[in-house]
Antibody
């Protein structure tokens, strides 16, 4: 059974870089059928897609975040990662990683989520 | 403001049938892109409920169904149960944004 698990610091200072990793278990991240995605949910608010990456390293990102976001993949570790630069309090959210079934498709399964708070 | 529009809340009594709407535009649902639905219980990650408009993943009861027409989609829950109380989100692809978009979510209260 495919499982995803986010990891990374829970507290980031304003203007610094948020870094998260997602470890995939129960399956290979090198699957040619899927992308791997990052999403977030600010406290009490809805879901926002951040971006997704293919095992080849090809990415596509939310245009509203693209200038600050880098998504990378390490197939040897079965992991993919998110870096978000110049964070502000508005970036405080639960960050989820999920399998992005196809670029126009659905997300399943999801990791349990990682709360990242941006505060000095 | 979310690209897809959902009612903030709906409610129903146990055993009743409710529907949740999801309204998009010509660049997403109206362009023919599939709609997917998620259920989120408090404090947990979203869980896929319906994929590709009207398909239920293994383990999802057939009380949950969905449809799509024009620029809108809807999720129906029949025979409401207390454990259905959760937030529900629709999701699709938007060609203008070249990425996935979500509705703002609908909180279902089982009275």
């Amino acid at each position: 059974q495919l499982q995803l698990q986010e990891s990374g610091p829970g507290l980031v200072k304003p203007s610094e870089t948020l870094s998260l990793s997602c470890t995939v278990s129960g399956g290979s991240i090198s699957s040619s059928s899927h992308f791997w995605g990052w999403l977030r949910q600010p406290p009490g608010k809805g879901l926002e897609w951040i971006g997704s990456i293919y095992y080849s390293g090809s990415t596509y990102e939310n245009p509203s975040l693209k200038s600050r976001v880098t998504i990378s993949i390490d197939t040897s570790k079965n992991q993919f990662s998110l870096k978000m630069r110049s964070v502000t309090a508005a970036d405080t959210a639960v960050y989820y990683c999920a399998r992005d079934v196809v670029t126009t498709g659905w997300f399943d399964p999801w990791g349990q989520g990682a709360l990242v708070t941006v505060s000095s | 403001q979310s690209v897809l529009t959902q009612p903030p809340s709906v409610s129903g009594a146990p055993g009743q049938r409710i529907t949740i709407s999801c309204t998009g535009s010509s660049s997403n649902i109206g362009a023919g892109y599939d709609v997917h639905w998620y259920l989120q219980l408090p404090g947990t990650a979203p869980k896929l409920l319906i994929y590709a408009n009207n398909n239920r993943p293994s383990g999802v009861p057939d009380r949950f169904s969905a449809s799509k027409s024009g620029t809108s989609a809807s999720l129906a829950i029949a025979g409401l149960q207390p454990e259905d109380e959760a937030d529900y989100y629709c999701q699709s692809y938007d060609s203008s944004l070249s990425g996935s978009v979500f509705g703002g979510g609908t909180k279902l209260t089982v009275l």
